[in-house]
Nanobody, 127 residues
Framework: QVQLVESGGGLVQVGGSLRLSCAPP????????MGWFRQAPGKEREFVSV????????YYADSVKGRFTISREITNNTVFLQMNSLKPEDAGVYYC????????????????????WGLGTQVTVSS
């Protein structure tokens, strides 16, 4: 089972920025889509953003539109999440997720459709 590897989390002030990155070990696996979910204490893991690998179609949760940008680096098999204008409600553990299978547009937010996950990286937003 491929374990994705995230990096880039940390502590930032409200309004600040962070950039997360994620790649499969050795950057050798290939997926249909890669993206990010997050989980705050006591809450369900929720969809943040995903990008399809070949075409680069990006999807965002309404709560992050206009503030977060997902991108991918095909040569290094790496996905990035640029997070700007961070809010306290953005805090949580951010998990990288990937699907080797085709995802229909209306299911990109469904976490059970992703077969590969990372261990998560903590994002803390201080006010």
């Amino acid at each position: 089972q491929v374990q994705l590897v995230e990096s880039g989390g940390g502590l930032v002030q409200v309004g600040g920025s962070l950039r997360l990155s994620c790649a499969p070990p050795g950057r050798t696996a290939s997926f249909y889509a890669m993206g990010w979910f997050r989980q705050a204490p006591g809450k369900e893991r929720e969809f943040v953003s995903v990008i399809t690998w070949t075409i680069g179609t990006a999807y965002y949760a309404d709560s992050v539109k206009g503030r977060f940008t997902i991108s991918r680096e095909i040569t290094n098999n790496t996905v990035f999440l640029q997070m700007n204008s961070l809010k306290p409600e953005d805090a949580g553990v951010y998990y990288c997720a990937a699907s080797a299978n085709y995802l229909r547009d209306w299911r990109v937010h469904v976490k059970n459709d992703y077969g590969y996950w990372g261990l998560g990286t903590q994002v803390t937003v201080s006010s």
